[in-house]
């Protein structure tokens, strides 16, 4: 350590390390820690080496124990770690914690709680300043307050401010202020922290569902795990940004970050983005899941559970984008005798440290048989919370309204609902088999059928779809990954990407699914699907057209007197559904769709039968790389004819060479049952496209990328980085 950190507190902090993790600094140990998503830190002060003197520091990571999650986990410091030195008297980790207890138009009172710890062998007098920085970084409001702390003691102080005029954090206009808290004694700054927050009121009402400062919000939502494909768990910041931004152009507003605390770098980009949250503590309580028949989170639930979930709220608990709190994910608890003493439990610790917030838990028992979740489970809960709300018997078609009619006083949230499944570009002409399940299936009646459900009433919160990007692991050999999302691991789009931007956003939306390069089927039977909100489509195939179509969701009714339809209320309607379907004797050529929306024309879009693989063609996300290694670039490689059009059946295999200030972080092409090396400079396309992710190697210059592959024209790339 310098010299300047002596009489400092030295603190090692991780957001995470999976798992088992026991850490020692010079040969004395500081302490394990089994939950491998949890963050934590220790002090290293009274056994660190005089200033100058070498410290040797030792992180022992055990994952032999083996299956112990239900995904990916990857292992090892797949999160950041840092040193946090401060002065004797400082302010604690996670010590600032800021609520907005009253709001209006005209003001907003900011309660600011801040926790003080005096490690000298002094009595100290100290002033708290707290500033309330608005979101364009100007001090809009000030206090101080002074206060005695005794030596080798601690305390709270709160103090209320006073902002006016407020700028209210939404989904729309996501602004963030900051409460930075300076301490001083004698007049001398010793110690400075600061929390970002937002100023925005939350409720879950019985009959309007969830409410964003008074308004009804539908949470559009989908499920994510933490890894990010290529890179396992050890994922760049710009990663996850760029799927967040693909997830909002779906329409996409809400995040439940399953099943476990996330990265707070992840949060802190879904409040800068305007997602809703939810927010979950664990997969496991005290009663094992068959998926992880032995070394899961329930054989440390009872020494570690309130130590980890006053962890994850006490870290999380300033932001905005977190609007509910789970305490676990299809527990068996539900139906254990134990089960409503345990979640009580839990619900006391949440709200010991942040009573702003409802909790739910994502249930999957409520209408199990033989054995259901008891009332006396389901009514401690602030919010319930659905898995698969429509798995038995009728609820097939009622869904919630069931339980709505014998609870009317309950609030309802779909934690967790069919997507669409499927491998990108992946089609099949007969009913396909579900990977897990092994039956027949058919879900995108299924997904459309509880998407009317939860648009259609109010009182149904919103939902969480299984989920919004492919991820590792829960798979069936020889696949490796779960292809449920609506982005693949490459954060390329998938079809049904189209179906929920067509519900869930309001822009002109017109996309065609299958390819229509299908050799050897001529004369064959395609069925041709539209995702649309459309009133109407046109298909044709090679000029000629083959019919339109139409549908209306909701449909409108007559309005002020009988005889009075809205506008668009006579479109025609060929199907109830959600989408629109031809069925189309293969030739070869072009498919056309065009669209009507509100009486205009959209866009016509066009499927080509391709010729075949003539060249590659490189397509990235950024011009400019920054040097830090938060950033990454996203190359989409893609097989091409002669015209320029992507194959869509193309498997070349390609090589990729990297010249300049980088060099390459992964290589990957979302097929579910590729078993190449991510971690190469070479990868087979997937249906036409593979992905190369580039990286900064902390110098400012550029990057030249290369890809080759035999009887096909090369392609090329540069970018810089700065």
Aim: glycine share 8%; charged share 20%; aromatic share 8%.
């Amino acid at each position: 350590m310098p010299s300047s950190a002596h009489g400092r507190r030295i603190a090692l902090q991780f957001a995470g390390v999976y798992q088992r993790s026991e850490v020692w600094i010079n040969g004395i140990s500081l302490g394990m820690r089994p939950y491998g998503f949890i963050s934590f830190s220790y002090d290293l002060t009274s056994h660190l080496a005089p200033p100058g003197k070498p410290n040797c520091l030792a992180v022992r990571v055990d994952n032999s124990l083996q299956t112990n999650c239900r995904w990916y986990s990857g292992s090892g410091i797949y999160r950041h770690t840092w040193l946090r030195i401060t002065d004797p008297i400082h302010i604690v980790e996670n010590g600032i914690y800021v609520r907005t207890p009253s709001i209006t138009r005209g003001s907003a009172t900011i309660e600011v709680t801040t926790h003080l710890r005096n490690d000298s062998v002094h009595d100290a007098g100290l002033e708290l300043t707290t500033e309330i920085l608005s979101p364009d970084g100007e001090a809009v409001q000030q206090i101080t307050t002074p206060h005695t702390l005794g030596k080798d003691a601690e305390t709270t102080v709160v103090q209320t401010l006073t902002v006016a005029s407020p700028a209210l954090w939404s989904t729309t206009t996501p602004r963030l202020y900051c409460a930075r808290c300076t301490v001083r004694s004698r007049g001398t700054q010793i110690d400075q922290d600061s929390a970002n927050f937002g100023i925005r009121h939350v409720a879950f009402d019985v009959d309007r569902g969830f409410l964003l400062n008074g308004e009804h919000v539908k949470m559009n939502g989908v499920c994510i795990h933490g890894d990010g494909g290529a890179v396992g768990t050890a994922v760049p910041e710009r990663l996850w940004e760029r799927r967040l931004e693909l997830l909002q152009q779906m329409g996409c507003n809400a995040i439940r970050l399953s099943h476990n605390p996330p990265a707070p770098e992840l949060l802190d980009m879904l409040d800068r983005m305007g997602f809703l949250v939810m927010a979950e503590a664990f997969d496991e309580w005290r009663h094992a899941k068959g998926q992880t028949p032995t070394y899961g989170y329930h054989r440390y639930f009872d020494e570690w559970s309130e130590r980890d979930l006053t962890a994850m709220i006490e870290r999380d608990r300033n932001h905005p984008s977190i609007v509910i709190w789970s305490a676990g994910n299809e527990v068996p608890d539900q139906t254990a005798p134990d089960g409503p003493a345990t979640l009580q439990h839990l619900i006391e610790i949440i709200h010991s440290k942040d009573s702003t917030r409802p909790i739910t838990v994502g249930c999957d028992q409520i209408a199990a048989e033989p054995k259901a979740a008891p009332p006396d489970f389901l009514d401690k809960l602030d919010v319930v919370g659905y898995n698969y709300v429509d798995r038995w018997r009728d609820r097939r078609e009622k869904y919630s309204s069931i339980d709505r009619q014998a609870s009317p006083q309950r609030r309802f949230i779909g934690t967790e609902s069919s997507a669409l499944r499927g491998a990108r570009g992946v089609y099949f002409t007969e009913q396909p088999i579900d990977d897990i399940l092994e039956r027949p299936t058919n879900n995108l009646i299924q997904v459309e059928q509880q998407q009317k459900f939860v648009q259609t009433y109010d009182y149904v919160s919103g939902d969480f779809l299984w989920v919004g990007i492919d991820y590792l692991g829960e798979a069936k050999w020889p696949n490796k990954l779960a292809v449920s999302g609506a982005l693949d691991t490459c954060g390329f789009l998938k079809d049904s990407f189209y179906f929920y931007q067509s519900i869930w956003t309001k822009q002109p939306v017109l996309h065609l699914q299958p390819h229509w390069n299908w050799l050897g089927k001529e004369g064959k039977v395609i069925p041709v699907t539209c995702f649309t909100n459309c009133e109407t489509v046109e298909l044709f195939l090679n000029g000629e057209s083959l019919g339109t179509k139409g549908y209306s969701f909701p449909r409108p009714g007559m309005v002020g007197h009988y005889g009075n339809y809205p506008p668009g209320a006579n479109v025609l309607q060929t199907t109830a559904d959600l989408h629109l379907t031809w069925d189309v004797p293969y030739m070869p050529g072009t498919i056309t769709a065009k669209g009507i929306k509100d009486g205009r024309a959209i866009e016509a879009v066009e499927v080509h039968t391709t010729g075949a693989p003539a060249k590659l063609a490189l397509m990235n996300d950024r011009q400019r790389l920054r040097t830090t290694p938060d950033d990454v670039a996203h190359i989409t490689v893609a097989v091409q004819d002669a015209q320029g059009r992507i194959v869509p059946t193309a498997d070349n295999a390609m090589t990729f060479s990297l010249t300049g200030a980088g060099h390459i972080l992964g290589v990957d092409n979302g097929q579910p049952d590729s078993h190449e090396p991510y971690k190469a400079s070479s990868r087979r396309a997937f249906n036409g496209l593979a992905l190369v992710l580039v990286q900064s190697n902390g110098r400012p210059g550029q990057i030249t990328l290369s890809a080759s592959s035999p009887s096909l024209v090369s392609a090329q790339i540069s970018i810089e980085t700065n």
